[in-house]
């Protein structure tokens, strides 16, 4: 079936190391994103991309850093800089937008991301 | 500026009884808006879209929203709810024409189905 994978499902982090979520989709979608969730916060937008080799910074991009070499692939590297890295981090893609309209993202299951 | 605001952090119905989760949105042009439902340690799931065709949207799993444009509102209704609806629910709205297809999500709303 398509989808997004995101792995691995729990994570845990010791200060001062970086950490790599995965996020692949068979969706066959050009533009990627990752999202923060924290309780009472909604979704918050950390980094998108909308073509390979192309990204952008979202909302709260401080302490994090993307890549974008394959259409299928977006990993997100949580690094040492992100001070309070501990939530729940979703992966979504979309297709093209048509007709003007946004097409709605479609969501991996998510990594939940811990401090040891 | 677009945002959402969902007027309910909780909602508690009993179980066989209608469903109504509130959201309100500010857009400067006609905006797509969207529902998920999100189930514990659980990715979003697309529940319903509206994107201008018509203004009462039917969902999976029986809900439906109504988009009304003088309210403001794209308030989210089932007739009868089941166990298997307690869930968290977000009210999410895009730009129109955004290059980016960025949304905005709400903060959401902890719904709760009492047997």
């Known amino acids: 079936d398509g989808g997004i994978t995101q792995s691995p499902k729990y994570l845990f982090r010791k200060e001062g190391q970086n950490v790599t979520l995965s996020c692949e989709q068979n969706?066959?979608?050009?533009?990627m994103y990752w999202y923060r969730q924290d309780p009472g916060q909604g979704l918050r937008l950390i980094y998108y991309?909308?073509?390979?080799?192309?990204?952008q910074k979202g909302d709260i991009a401080e302490g994090y850093s993307v890549s974008r070499e394959k259409k299928e692939s977006f990993p997100l590297t949580v690094t040492s800089a992100q001070k309070n890295p501990t939530a729940f981090y979703l992966c979504?893609?979309?297709?093209?937008?048509?007709?003007?309209?946004?097409?709605?993202?479609?969501f991996g299951d998510g990594t939940r991301l811990s401090i040891l | 500026a677009q945002s959402v605001t969902q007027l309910d952090s909780h909602v508690s119905v009993s179980e066989g009884t209608p469903v109504l989760l509130r959201c309100n949105y500010s857009s400067s042009y006609s905006p797509s808006l969207f529902w998920y439902v999100q189930h514990p340690n659980k990715g979003l799931q697309l529940l319903l879209k509206?994107?201008?065709?018509?203004?009462l949207v039917k969902g999976i799993n029986g809900f439906e929203a109504e988009f009304k444009k003088s309210e403001t509102s794209f308030h989210l209704t089932k007739p009868s709810a089941h166990m298997s609806d307690a869930a968290e629910y977000f009210c999410?709205?895009?730009?129109?024409?955004?290059?980016?297809?960025?949304?905005?999500f709400g903060t959401g709303t902890l719904l709760a189905v009492q047997p």
């Open positions: 509206y994107t201008s065709a018509a203004t």
């Open positions: 969706l066959n979608h050009d533009a």
């Open positions: 979504a893609s979309s297709g093209p937008w048509t007709g003007g309209r946004n097409q709605p993202q479609h």
């Open positions: 991309s909308q073509i390979v080799n192309d990204f």
């Open positions: 999410v709205v895009s730009d129109y024409g955004g290059a980016t297809n960025k949304l905005i």
